[in-house]
């Protein structure tokens, strides 16, 4: 009974071990999963932002000029928004290029994610998740009806 006992031991050390370790070398690092989170952060934001720009256009029929005149329109304090970023304290950019289109911009830390191959949009040859973004300056070109970025690329659009 011992040696089953003894056996089993060391089969629960040598397993728990293994786990540990594995999972030790497989964890992202502290400063990735801060950066990813800060990235999400940032992305929920200008989701934020864009759906109070398309209810400013809904109401007045004509996109705002600036965040602070689109903030200054939330009386009901029905959307929060942030128009700076939390970590960096700097403000999302955003240009009204005509009266129906704009373009919102942010700083990401780190690359988005790419999608499944399947997803690539065979005419644009652009990949079909239009909050996908390069590490850094990073903007998304929008319809004044929609708060889902147009399919375009972002690194065409980032500021310099």
């Known amino acids: ?22 999972g030790a070398l497989t964890a992202q690092p ?8 800060a ?3 940032r992305q929920s934001d200008v989701a934020t932002i864009a759906h109070a720009i398309s209810l400013f256009e809904m109401r007045n029929k004509d996109l705002p000029y600036d965040l602070t005149k689109l903030a200054e329109s939330l009386t009901d304090g029905t959307i929060r928004l942030s128009l700076r970023d939390e970590e960096s304290d700097a403000p999302y950019d955003y240009e009204r ?5 704009y373009k919102l911009c942010a700083n990401f830390a780190l690359e988005s994610l790419p999608g499944p191959v399947a997803a690539i949009d065979a005419a644009s040859a652009h990949p079909a ?9 990073s903007c998304f070109l929008f319809d004044g009806e929609s708060p889902t970025p147009l399919p375009v690329a972002p690194a065409a659009e980032a500021k310099n």
């Open 97 to 101: 290029l005509d009266s129906r289109r």
């Open 30 to 37: 502290s400063w990735v999963v801060k950066a990813e989170r």
């Open 39 to 41: 990235d999400q952060r």
């Open 1 to 22: 009974m011992n040696r089953v006992r003894g056996a089993f031991c060391l089969f629960v050390t040598v397993v728990g071990c293994g786990a540990i370790g594995g």
């Open 129 to 137: 998740d239009p909050w996908r973004h390069p590490a850094g300056p």
